[in-house]
């Protein structure tokens, strides 16, 4: 996080800009080092408003590319039994996940196995 690494951040971007009133599309390895860097100070307690100002970068670009770069993260379900979720072996359910996957067909506790996994 030395001055440096920011100055040098701050040069690249400047190259790669095409001028006043003209969008530029950045790499997208300039946006991960970017990104990167804005995630350390961010962790040190610097605001994404100074970051970004300090930057000559607009917040709301640096605020996707900060986001792209978090993993996503599981939201916590509560497994109930249904109905139709019966099998030979017992109680089989079903999770839905946000993003639409469905995952049928396994007990409560491999369900439960595989949320942890995935954790």
């Known amino acids: 996080m030395s001055a440096?690494?920011?100055d040098r951040l701050r040069i690249a971007l400047n190259r790669l800009r095409r001028g006043p009133g003209r969008?530029?599309?950045y790499?997208?390895?300039?946006?991960h080092e970017v990104a990167s860097h804005a995630g350390r100070r961010l962790a040190s307690g610097e605001p994404l408003?100074?970051?970004?100002?300090?930057?000559?970068?607009?917040?709301?670009?640096?605020?996707?590319w900060v986001a792209a770069e978090r993993p996503e993260r599981l939201r916590p379900v509560r497994v109930g039994p249904t109905p139709?979720?019966?099998?030979?072996?017992?109680?089989?359910?079903?999770?839905?996940?946000?993003?639409?996957?469905?995952i049928?067909?396994?007990?409560?506790?491999?369900?439960?196995?595989?949320l942890r996994s995935l954790a």
Do not use: D, N
Request: charged content about 25%; glycine content about 12%.
């Open 4 to 6: 440096t690494e920011t």
């Open 23 to 25: 969008r530029t599309r």
């Open 27 to 31: 790499p997208i390895a300039i946006r």
């Open 49 to 64: 408003t100074s970051i970004a100002r300090g930057r000559g970068l607009a917040l709301a670009s640096l605020q996707r």
């Open 84 to 102: 139709e979720a019966t099998s030979a072996r017992g109680a089989a359910g079903v999770l839905i996940t946000p993003g639409g996957f469905r």
């Open 104 to 114: 049928e067909g396994l007990e409560v506790e491999q369900l439960a196995a595989l």
